[in-house]
């Protein structure tokens, strides 16, 4: 099928363009650039010898949406990966977090909708879930906006809202939520990974600039949780495996409204990740421990079982896999993508 991926430079668009590409799938990318670089289009050919298409402008306007769609439509489906998606930075800019996350979703659907698209895929989070007690995360484990603690993960759980009831009045069209946990890692070819602008809000990211040398030390965000070594608790998932999550969910789409919870099940502490990563670069590296960041849980954790039992999909790749693969990219890009 042929696939509009909004956000499609970024991050998990980017290797998501790689496994619909090796799928056999046709994708065009909408991306405004703002946390990406146009080299990311490049460098897709590089890996799967296929042309690819970027278009460059905002998913939360509804003429660039248009536009997409009249110079490289008809789309099948949507992915929509267009949101800023940094709790903390969400506590700060909530007025930033609730237009951008809304208002691509908006855009996306009206165009989408209006051009006969079957199929919308929605990056959602783990985070949505607001109850610790239900720990491992199941699709129905609960979800109050009340109880959320940050502007994203609320964003999101709008969306998932939103996105039901447009299904219901819209019974022909396929919604899958996929509820992301903690993506990591890098394209083993080391010509895509993940670059935020900046000083990254994400651990791995940083990890891997302080392991370069371009950050003085790791920043450790409490180590007083309820934990066993006291360090947060997440589900790290390889960003190949959930770029394959993605491809599973659109080939097995049908008419309705489905949620798939994408992570390995596994939990990593924060200390944990760090000691992986300097497994792969063969040396201690410097770190202190600072405050809670605001909105930060003690843990978050799936079972993954039902994207198992209905898409075929199973995470492959463990934290040693995935701290590795960051830092053969981060030694190939000490730039990122700017050098």
Request: hydrophobic share 40%; net charge negative; glycine share 10%.
């Given at each position: 099928?042929?696939?509009?991926?909004?956000?499609?430079?970024?991050?998990?668009?980017?290797?998501?363009?790689?496994?619909?590409?090796?799928?056999?799938?046709?994708?065009?990318?909408?991306?405004?650039?703002?946390?990406?670089s146009?080299?990311?289009?490049?460098?897709?050919?590089?890996i799967?010898?296929?042309?690819?298409?970027?278009?460059?402008?905002?998913?939360?306007?509804?003429?660039?949406?248009?536009g997409?769609?009249?110079?490289?439509?008809?789309?099948?489906?949507i992915?929509?990966?267009?949101?800023?998606?940094?709790?903390?930075?969400?506590?700060?800019?909530?007025?930033?977090?609730?237009?951008?996350?809304?208002?691509?979703?908006?855009?996306?659907?009206?165009?989408?909708?209006?051009?006969?698209?079957?199929?919308?895929?929605f990056?959602?989070?783990?985070?949505?879930?607001?109850?610790?007690?239900?720990l491992?995360?199941?699709?129905?484990?609960?979800?109050?906006?009340?109880?959320?603690?940050?502007?994203?993960?609320?964003?999101?759980?709008?969306?998932?809202?939103?996105?039901?009831?447009?299904?219901?009045?819209?019974?022909?069209?396929?919604?899958?939520?996929?509820?992301?946990?903690?993506?990591?890692?890098?394209?083993?070819?080391?010509?895509?990974?993940?670059?935020?602008?900046?000083?990254?809000?994400?651990?791995?990211?940083?990890?891997?600039?302080?392991?370069?040398?371009?950050?003085?030390?790791?920043?450790v965000?409490?180590?007083?949780?309820?934990?066993?070594?006291?360090?947060?608790?997440?589900?790290?998932?390889?960003?190949?495996?959930?770029?394959?999550?993605?491809?599973?969910?659109?080939?097995?789409?049908?008419?309705?409204?489905?949620?798939?919870?994408?992570?390995?099940?596994?939990?990593v502490?924060?200390?944990?990740?760090?000691?992986?990563?300097?497994?792969?670069?063969?040396?201690?590296?410097?770190?202190?421990?600072?405050?809670?960041?605001?909105?930060?849980?003690?843990?978050?954790y799936?079972?993954?079982?039902?994207?198992?039992?209905?898409?075929?999909?199973?995470?492959?790749?463990?934290?040693?896999?995935?701290?590795?693969?960051?830092?053969?990219?981060?030694?190939?890009?000490?730039?990122?993508?700017?050098?």
């Open positions: 099928m042929r696939v509009l991926l909004a956000g499609g430079a970024g991050y998990i668009g980017a290797h998501t363009a790689v496994a619909l590409l090796e799928a056999g799938h046709e994708v065009v990318l909408l991306d405004n650039l703002d946390n990406t146009d080299v990311v289009a490049e460098r897709l050919q590089q799967t010898g296929t042309p690819v298409t970027l278009v460059v402008g905002d998913a939360a306007d509804d003429e660039v949406v248009e997409a769609f009249a110079a490289h439509g008809p789309f099948e489906a992915i929509h990966f267009a949101a800023h998606k940094a709790v903390g930075e969400s506590t700060q800019k909530p007025l930033q977090y609730y237009a951008n996350n809304l208002d691509s979703t908006f855009a996306l659907l009206r165009v989408g909708l209006a051009h006969g698209i079957r199929s919308f895929v990056s959602s989070t783990g985070t949505v879930y607001s109850n610790p007690a239900d491992p995360f199941a699709e129905s484990a609960t979800r109050d906006l009340v109880e959320l603690s940050n502007p994203y993960s609320k964003s999101k759980l709008i969306n998932e809202v939103i996105l039901a009831d447009v299904q219901r009045v819209n019974p022909e069209l396929n919604v899958t939520l996929l509820r992301y946990f903690n993506p990591v890692g890098a394209h083993e070819s080391g010509l895509i990974g993940e670059d935020p602008q900046g000083i990254p809000n994400n651990l791995m990211p940083f990890v891997a600039r302080v392991a370069v040398g371009s950050l003085p030390e790791i920043n965000f409490g180590d007083d949780y309820d934990t066993p070594d006291g360090t947060g608790l997440r589900d790290y998932i390889h960003v190949v495996d959930l770029a394959e999550g993605h491809v599973a969910a659109l080939e097995k789409a049908e008419p309705g409204l489905k949620s798939y919870n994408l992570g390995t099940g596994r939990p502490s924060v200390l944990e990740l760090i000691a992986s990563f300097e497994k792969a670069v063969g040396r201690e590296l410097p770190k202190v421990v600072a405050p809670r960041r605001p909105g930060d849980l003690a843990a978050t799936c079972d993954p079982s039902q994207a198992e039992r209905e898409l075929g999909w199973k995470a492959r790749f463990g934290i040693d896999d995935m701290t590795t693969s960051v830092w053969a990219w981060q030694q190939k890009n000490p730039r990122g993508y700017a050098g």
